[in-house]
């Protein structure tokens, strides 16, 4: 479901407003925000994003929530 709904964000031009927060080690909480805006490329199981110039690759299960205008559309089963 992560990669249906990033595409569907895309395809409609929303991509750019919304949020994804996944899991990243180390950061606060474990996690990170990325911004649509740096979406570089959905694929069929993970997606790249841009950052100080570099594309970090991340695979799907790291994918917690995504939001949209601040309100979440998707959200891992097992998250709280």
């Not at 929303?14 to 694929?43: F, P, T």
């Not at 690759?57 to 205008?69: A, G, K, Q, S, T």
């Amino acid at each position: 479901m992560v990669i249906q709904t990033l595409n569907r964000l895309k395809s409609t031009g929303r991509l750019k407003n919304c949020e994804i927060v996944i899991l990243h080690r180390g950061a606060e909480n474990n996690r990170k925000i990325i911004r649509g805006e740096e979406v570089a490329e959905v694929k069929r199981s993970y997606f790249l994003f841009s950052e100080q110039g570099k594309e970090i690759f991340i695979p799907n299960h790291r994918v917690v929530e995504i939001r949209l205008d601040k309100k979440a559309i998707w959200k891992r089963s097992h998250e709280k």
